[in-house]
């Protein structure tokens, strides 16, 4: 089962770990190689370990610790940056068998899990509290909490409830040594140390191995409701989406542009008018009266910025199909070819800004983009679509994917929102942050991780 | 002017600083001595330079870090932990001459500002465009926007809205090198790369010194309603709160004990009931009749849980006046005598036992105690109040101050929850972070400032 060059790896690991925590077979290792990021480079694993406790992590780190080995982390494998992409001769780490709630606090208004449960079982864990976890990527069905919490996964909520960050009160980490440290606690506040908390959410796996979560809980909201707007013009639905935001509190504003907009009324028709510039959708969680008034004040912004169409409602079955659209955004997209799925992020106000140079970029290498996505954030995911088949098309969808990277640092955005950098856009990070800012990211990894066995060549 | 030991530094600092930057005036060194924390230590600088731009603090730290002095960062000294506190033979580094607010972009929902401006003139710059800036630390209206972000000031509206760090997009920081690192951006989302913005907040300028920060704004939100309530016991008040927070999403939530409202009476006589256990204070601004309808909510909860006393209020100067109490804890209290200000959390659900303990060692110890602070995030502000002319009496306050320290550990909380570490709680620290903890701690400082230049003997 194994070859000559690992045999005492494995047996290392064999000494310390349960007999099933240990995979070999080939077939295995190699559905554990990547993530859904198809074009991120992946290697081969020499083994893949399931662990089931915290000593089972320690005991991976200490002996890949002592033999140079790089580990990654992997939770439910739905990563779309490669973060969670194997390198040659690593141990992959599945954290998908601690998948416990441990515990809910529903007078502390908190729950304590581990890293393989799915944000949809949190999820649930709250509500039988009559509680509420509140990050919501539109992977929340099958992405794990330690996934969400290495990439500090963003979603459609966040632009009022906050991204994962925002709902972590601390943590239990192994770092590279195999040694343990909790970060946080059980409180809302809490200004003892630095915090370690947040350095470690976002990091993509390179700093610790986050073994335990300690997330925040809310109320339910009031039920939402829902608006939809068309636009003819990008500028007008930009406008739209400024005036929004400094006058409502939306718990959810998306966009979705013309290109969009045809994929989903050629995968599913709906009726969405195809001539749009771009359908906006909105959303308002105040409650009661105070919902409908907020929505109002949507409606009134979107009218005042030159909406060809504008209508809301407060019934939950209609606003539910009225998120449909959206919510096959990326389905529809991906039945037209093979995609590239970018997340780049810019100033609220640029985004008109942002779509003109996806469309020009389109035109620039001849590639279909469709653009949608959290605008009230400025987190927006151009979408490549291109042939699989066809080498020449692959080579301008990567040229394009990489042009609209460029687009939104020259808007002063950020060349990820919420999917991490991965392995995919390790390269463009230098871009970002400058030479100086490179060199302190090096200095904290070299200080947390000296041996560089964690996650190596993801982010940095 | 100078003393022959500094000479030299005083020639390096003068050959690159306006004259008028560098102070060595004997009265101006000892009012920058300290800050707020009365009884941290606190040693005598020997040159206080007044930073008028970034470059300036490059120069500073660039001399400081070739000559080993270390650098003591200050904003308006408003701190409560000594984290302001000069060592001897310091430098002294004021950043209030760096006072502008360089921007708003209404657009982008954004201020960019300089670490020396006050968080009310933010506020002000904010709301001249018609936005809101959330953090409102009590101090808001002279503490300065660096000393806020130094130890990740909270407030009464945190509750709802979050503390300094979550209003943070972005930073420019000074490092102990004088090279400058710039953190985040201008976008709400952004995970490429470590957070580092959240790991310079809070940091107590023990990292770098921040010289610029990139601010989110908000929309103004619409008028509060207010409510007041009575307990006869803590237990009925701790329950209140908790309900509360899992029904509704208050924008304050403040609870005081009995000796603090007995105080405040004292002080100013408001009606208060000077018998009842504790008195809540609570608002909702979730607007109209859905605030109404939110605020009723509350009164329901504080019902359910034995309140002797209910009201609450849609009308705005009516509001202001039930604030008068709350407003009026911390000078009440500093009437009756010294006092050591604390500042510790405890996990949601255990407000109670935290009011228990309080009252338990304030028995022991002999000294009064009152309890006030911000019930909605478990952070509160036990006040021991003592004779400043009994040297026994300082005694006994110390040891409850540390007892209180303590008590909240043991109940699972923090020993700062808005105030910082500083001087004054860095003995304690070790006993919240564990030794792996302060270890990872001490491996970043080294990695950040390997000099150990910047603001030594704080925090850690």
Known sequence: MTTDGNGALLRELAAVLPAEALVTDADVLDAHRRDQAEWAPAGLPQVLVRATCTEDVRAVLRIASARRVPVVPRGAGSGLSGGANALDGCIVLSLMRMNRVLEVDAKGMLAVVQPGVLNAEVKAAAAAHGLWYSPDPASWEFSSL????????????????????????GLEVVLADGSVVRTGGRTVKNV??????????????????????????????????????TFPTLAGAGAAVTDIMARTRPSMLELMDQATCRAVEAYKPLGLDVDAAAFLLARSDAGGEQGVAEIEAMASCCEATGATFVMHTSDEAEGELLLTARRLAYPALERQGATLLDDVGVPLSRIPELFAAVERIAADRGVLVGTFGHAGDGNMHPTVVFDRQDAAALERARGAFDDILGAALDLGGTITGEHGVGALKQPFLGRQLGEEGLRLHRRIKGAMDPLGILNPGKVL
Chains 1, 2 share one sequence.
């Open 146 to 169: 330690g996934g969400n919490l290495a990439t500090n996964a963003g979603g459609l909520c966040c632009v009022k409830y906050g991204v994962t960050g925002d709902a972590v009160l």
């Open 192 to 229: 003892a140390g630095y915090d370690l908390t947040r350095l470690f959410v976002g990091s993509e796996g390179t700093l610790g191995v986050i073994t335990e979560a300690t997330l925040k809980l809310r109320p339910k909201p009031p039920k939402a409701t829902t608006l939809v707007a």
